[in-house]
């Protein structure tokens, strides 16, 4: 069955929040939570937020870029939000966006967004059709057409590496 053949699905029916104390074992010396735990974090949260919208198995693509704007440490709160942002034949693109929470004085810093994609599996790990994604206001329908060319960005540069 095509994408364009199954029922759509709200954007925002795939939302998923993860939260998480960072504690000394996330951390380096300096105290920072290690980058290499959020990236594991950001990539369960956007691998649920798709599990969720296609009702499949999903297997990581892509992860578009992953930019630390400020610093995790030791004993905040971080949550991330993660939503399908665009769908494809098989593909969906998730944000994911994250953000850290000093519990004892309120304040909360984002700290990343990440864009990753994923692709349905069945159980024998074949690509499978996953529903559309319906944008539901003006900034998903924004995001939806970012989505698209940053869609069209990657596909363009597997074939261009592909080539050499």
Not at 28 to 50: F, Q
Not at 64 to 83: A, Y
Request: net charge negative; proline share 6%.
């Amino acid at each position: 069955m095509e994408n364009s053949q199954r029922p759509g699905k709200p954007a925002s029916a795939s939302q998923v929040t993860l939260s998480q104390l960072m504690q000394p074992e996330h951390a380096n010396l300096l105290g920072n939570v290690h980058g290499g735990w959020i990236m594991k974090l950001v990539d369960e949260t956007g691998a649920l937020a798709c599990i969720r919208h296609a009702q499949q198995r999903v297997v990581t693509v892509a992860v578009d870029q992953m930019t630390f704007k400020h610093p995790i440490r030791i004993g905040n709160l971080v949550t991330l939000v993660g939503e399908v942002s665009y769908t494809g034949r098989t593909s969906m693109e998730a944000e994911v966006c994250v953000t850290a929470e000093d519990p004892l004085t309120g304040d909360i810093t984002h700290t990343n967004t990440a864009f990753l994609v994923y692709v349905a599996v069945n159980q024998d790990g074949i690509p499978v059709p996953v529903p559309p994604v319906l944008p539901e206001n003006d900034a998903q329908k924004v995001r939806f057409e970012q989505g698209r060319a940053r869609q069209e960005y990657r596909l363009a540069h597997a074939r261009q590496v592909e080539q050499t």
